[in-house]
């Protein structure tokens, strides 16, 4: 009895992925959005010049190993940007966004959708600030920042959009695109 007690608290504990730590911050190995539990795809470090800016991490629903994968995936997916910088202007962020739009999907750049996406932007980041992302599937697209409710749009070509910032041809940093892929 004793075996078979202590084999199911083996199968328990395994069962259980503990959040893992990069650059100081604990990546949780899942989140709720909407009800729907999503799973960690991947994270990494977004450096600029060698500065550590945010751990980026994407949740999904179901594995995504590419970035033209991810891009076609239907299924709803949470970036999550984790501040390690002391403070971001809010300047600095449009301006990204703006620049990773510009480089991955031009014909966005610009537009109404676009405008009121940067538009949810009005506050600087600072070390501890988290921003979630939520890409639905369906084209919702939903800013937090620290829980609080930025603002939501539909617009699936937006969400597409977005997420090739990070996993298009021409991401923001390279090595945060392969850390959100897994590898």
Same mark, same amino acid.
């Given at each position: 009895?004793? $075996?078979?007690?202590?084999?199911?608290?083996?199968?328990? $504990?395994?069962? &259980?992925?503990? +959040?893992?730590?990069?650059?100081?911050? @604990? $990546?949780?190995?899942?989140?709720?959005?909407?009800?729907? =539990?999503? =799973?960690?795809?991947?994270?990494?470090?977004?450096?600029?010049?060698?500065?550590?800016?945010?751990?980026?991490?994407?949740?999904?629903?179901?594995?995504?190993?590419?970035?033209?994968?991810?891009?076609?995936? &239907?299924?709803? @997916?949470?970036?999550?940007?984790?501040? $390690?910088?002391?403070?971001?202007?809010?300047?600095?962020?449009?301006?990204?966004?703006?620049?990773?739009?510009?480089?991955? =999907?031009?014909?966005?750049?610009? &537009? +109404?959708?676009?405008?009121?996406?940067?538009?949810?932007? &009005?506050?600087?980041?600072?070390?501890?600030?988290?921003?979630?992302?939520?890409?639905?599937?369906?084209?919702?697209?939903?800013?937090?920042?620290?829980?609080?409710?930025?603002?939501?749009?539909?617009?699936?070509?937006?969400? =597409?959009?977005?997420?090739?910032?990070?996993?298009?041809?021409?991401?923001?940093?390279?090595?945060?695109?392969?850390?959100?892929?897994? @590898?």
């Amino acid at each position: 009895m004793r $075996v078979i007690l202590a084999l199911i608290l083996v199968v328990l $504990v395994a069962g &259980t992925a503990p +959040a893992k730590e990069i650059a100081g911050v @604990k $990546v949780a190995p899942q989140v709720t959005v909407n009800s729907e =539990t999503l =799973t960690l795809n991947g994270s990494g470090i977004r450096k600029k010049f060698f500065v550590k800016v945010y751990v980026g991490s994407l949740y999904s629903a179901r594995r995504l190993t590419s970035g033209p994968e991810a891009l076609h995936d &239907t299924g709803d @997916k949470l970036i999550r940007m984790a501040f $390690v910088y002391p403070k971001v202007e809010k300047e600095k962020i449009v301006e990204a966004f703006e620049e990773g739009f510009g480089n991955n =999907t031009p014909e966005i750049t610009g &537009t +109404a959708e676009v405008k009121k996406f940067l538009s949810f932007f &009005t506050m600087d980041f600072k070390a501890g600030d988290e921003v979630d992302i939520f890409l639905g599937g369906d084209g919702t697209v939903t800013a937090k920042h620290n829980g609080k409710l930025l603002g939501t749009l539909v617009s699936r070509p937006l969400a =597409t959009a977005i997420l090739a910032i990070y996993l298009g041809e021409k991401p923001a940093d390279a090595n945060l695109k392969k850390g959100m892929l897994g @590898k």
